[in-house]
């Protein structure tokens, strides 16, 4: 059985980054979303993405963003990639940068996962979220796991309330390909706690 990847996303700081690489992180993610309080500028970026070793996903998310913002993180940060889009981006715009990309779900009630993948078809996999109005992502909150098919066309990246004591119940319902935890390794917001960090991957892996 193939080992379910991590990505260990909203890291703000230079040594969370670091902690998270050496523990096994296969994925990190900085978020470009000046309202989410995980935040980083660019310049935040660069300092943060020093000495990330090889074969670690560096990936970046947006929400709705513009052309522009993305096409700055993406000239500044040559290590980015893999983008992650979070709002209600369209898979023409998604698809436009020339990079790999996946899409954030949110699992309200009436969506079909599967037109989702068929929509973007050209996605790497589809990233499921809890639904909370206005809060693209982040919330803290998990969702009916049950609600995820498991005969999709498309890679799950699971999301959403993760911690290190539900994630094998949460890997052992949904079959994910990767797992994706912000708030649950933190000791405050933006801030990762790296016993949490280590607890979490070593129950993932």
Known sequence: MNSVRVKICGLT?????????????????????PPSP??????????????VPPFVTVTALFVDPSVEAVQAVLQALPSVSLLQFH??????????????????????DDVDLQQEANRFSDALGLLVDTYKPNVPGGSGESFDWHRVPHNLTKPIIL???????????????????????????????????????????????
């Open 38 to 51: 995980r935040a980083v500028t660019i310049e935040q970026a660069q300092q943060a993405l020093l000495n």
């Open 87 to 108: 709002g209600d981006e369209s898979p023409e715009f998604c698809r436009s940068f020339g990079r790999a990309y996946i899409k954030a779900i949110p699992m309200r």
């Open 159 to 205: 999301a959403g309330g993760l911690t290190a004591d539900n994630v094998n119940a949460a890997i052992a319902q949904v079959k994910p390909f990767a797992v994706d935890v912000s708030g649950g390794v933190e000791a405050t917001k933006g801030i990762k706690d790296a016993q949490k960090m280590a607890q979490f991957i070593q129950q993932t892996k």
């Open 13 to 33: 700081r230079v040594e969370d980054v670091q902690i998270a690489c050496a523990l096994g992180a296969d994925a990190i993610g900085l978020v470009f979303y």
